[in-house]
Every structure is written in C-alpha cells, then in structure tokens.
C-alpha cells in the first residue's frame, strides 16, 4: 500500500541521536481511533518543541510526530455524533504527546477528543489561538470566577510576549482591565501596548525582594506563564483576595514562597490545566473565544509557516525568540 500520509517524525537513530523530518507514513501505522481527520492547521507550542527534541516528559517514545493542536475536516467517523465533512478541532488529551499529533496531514483520535468548529471560528483561527488561547481564556475565567472587576486595579500578564501571556493581553484589555504585561523583550513593548496593554513592564520590575513574606501590594491578579521566582514574587504583591492564574513553568518548577500570600491576604492560586479540561467547559470556552472573548488582533499576534519549515521554528521557540503564535499550515 502506498504511503500516503505526509507528517513530521521525530526519531532516533542508531547513534541514539533524536532527529525530525518530513516523511511520509501509511494511515495504518496511525494510531487506533474512531474519527479521522485531514488536518488543515496546527501550530508551535513550547511542548511542541520538546517533543521535537525527544524529551521523554512529552514524547513517551519515538518515533513520534508532535503537533498538540489540529484543525480540520473529518473524512471518516464511526461515532454518529460526529459526520464527515464536519470542522472539528482536537486540542489537548494526549494528542502530540502519549499520541501522535497534529503535524501531520491525517490524525486519528478518539471522537471524545472531538470539538466542532463553533461558528465565528475559521479553521485557520482557531489554530492561531489553539491550545496558547483556550489556555489564556481559562485564566481569564478564574479572573472572573474569583469576582475580580476591570475596576478594582491592574492584571499582571508574565511572559506577555509568549502565546498565552499575548492573548491573555488581549483578552483582558477586550473586557476593560488594565493589563500590566511583563516582559524580557524590551523591543516588543510597543506591539503589546497595540494588543491592549497599559503598562509594560520588564521581566526584572516583575521581581521583589524574596527575603520579605508579603511586597507592597501592586496587582488584583495575575496571569501567570512563567512559574518559578517570578510567580513567588507576583503572589506576595497580589492584593486582598486577589486570583493568580498560572499555566507555565519556563522559569522554573520551584515555588520559593511563604503560606504569608494565602491566610494573610486570602490570595487564591488557581492552576490551570488546559489538556485535561472536561469537555462541558472546553466547549464553553471555545464558544467564549469564538463570541464575546473573540480576539481583534488575530492577525497581528501570528507568524504562518509551512510543515517543511518546523525545524528551524522548533529550534526558535526553544531558543525564546518567538514572539506571539506560530501558525502550521499542514496542508
């Protein structure tokens, strides 16, 4: 049987050197499913990119193609809630890690995993937002769950230049917060004003003094995408009853803090998990994104590539010097 099914593979050779490339595979050496897709979109995450480079917390075992996000057409379905022809997305679950993913011009998943397309959505937006944006908008609603109001003082957004720090911007400043974006991209300052911003600040002005339990109060909230010493320093200076939102770990897995945050100020950490999202909320949030949480500056946030360019990306997004989204036009 010909191969067929055009994909990006990650694997390693008898060097035991992890490599990528475009290859070609046959559907039947995809994984078990009962909907295939033909993928139109995906797009570069930081997860992504240690798939690509074989990192075992990501990619359980090689070869593998990476891709946590896909967009596109169903062209078999076994399961009746599901028809052929239908726009879908599938973010989250396993896909592009304990699965193959969305790097690739066929996925097979499970109908489970299946979202259709809501309308106000093109296939193409949605993977500009994909797993960054569905991430952003939960932080979002932890903001709103825990009652903060655009006019009880500003919203820190770490790592403002990245995905989800970018479109949590947006997001916020769309509902009349005042967002403070922290960034280490001094010359992105001016393209996150545009995004909505009132003040941007640098990775170092986000920092206090660990020494001292509480800092002097500066935000309600926080939208966090860094972790580490920079989310220890944003819970001492969140103010009475404040929310942070957190969803990264690029500056660490250490939380350098004191109990001071949480029974002093009654300061509330919501973590936030985007791949294990129950469904009832995940179609929530894609109808959010798709309507009132819709994102103006689409355009302004994504740079588009081809499937044959991922490995120079990959290797871009590892290195820190992407900014915004990174589109995949798979096929």
Known sequence: ??????????????????????????????????????VKYSSLNYKDALAAKGHPGVAKSLPHVPGIDAAGVVTVSQDPRVQPGQEVIVTGYELGAGRWGGWSEMIRVPSDWVVPLPEGLSLRSSMILGTAGFTAAQCVREILR?????????????????????????????LGFDVVASTGKKEACDWLLSLGAKEVISREAALNDRKRPLASVSY???????????????????????????????????????????????????????????????????DKLAGDWSVKQLEDVVTEIPLDRISESVDEI???????RVLVAVS
């Open 1 to 38: 049987m010909a191969k067929d099914v055009r994909c990006y593979l990650v694997s390693r050779n008898s060097d035991g050197e992890v490599r990528g490339n475009i290859t070609t595979i046959d559907k039947s050496e995809l994984p078990d499913g009962d909907i295939d897709i033909s």
């Open 146 to 174: 825990n009652d903060l109001k655009p006019d009880a003082g500003p919203i820190v957004v770490t790592g403002a230049t990245g995905g989800v720090g970018c479109l949590a911007v947006a997001i916020l400043a769309q």
């Open 220 to 286: 309600q909230g926080a939208v966090d995408t860094v972790g580490g010493e920079t989310l220890a320093s944003i819970l001492r200076a969140i103010d009475v009853n404040g929310c942070v939102a957190a969803c990264g770990l690029v500056g660490g897995t250490d939380l350098p803090t004191t109990v001071y945050p949480f029974i002093l100020r009654g300061v509330r950490l919501a973590g936030i998990t985007s791949a294990l999202c129950p469904m009832a909320e995940r179609l929530s949030i894609w």
């Open 318 to 324: 590892y290195a820190g010097s992407v900014r915004g």
